[in-house]
């Protein structure tokens, strides 16, 4: 039940970055959704098994620099562009 539950999930924050990826903001919160669903499966699994439990701690922290990274080029790009549309980014202004 809980695995079932794991993978809708993974696969409805994947569904999200597919569908709104005009957005930076939608995209990457399609993103936090597929990265948090992942942390929930690993630590399931890390739980019931002998494997260690530190490779959790290591993806936390590389999952918040993510989030962080993506924050920061979002406000950029609103700073810059005004509006957080992705196609913003590929025009040319001179």
């Known amino acids: 039940m809980l ?3 794991i993978f809708f999930s993974f696969l409805s ?3 999200v970055m597919l569908s709104m990826r ?3 903001l939608l995209t990457l919160l399609g993103m ?3 990265m948090l669903s992942l942390f929930i499966f690993m630590f ?3 739980c019931f098994g002998s494997s260690d439990m530190c490779f959790l701690l290591y993806f936390l922290v590389m999952l918040v620099c993510e989030g962080a ?3 920061s080029i979002m406000v950029t ?3 810059t562009h005004g509006n957080d549309l992705i196609m913003s980014l590929y ?3 001179w």
């Open 44 to 46: 399931y699994t890390f």
């Open 32 to 34: 936090e959704f597929t």
């Open 69 to 71: 990274l993506g924050i």
């Open 3 to 5: 695995l079932s539950t």
């Open 13 to 15: 924050g994947i569904m």
């Open 77 to 79: 790009l609103i700073r």
């Open 22 to 24: 005009k957005h930076l």
């Open 91 to 93: 025009m040319m202004s």
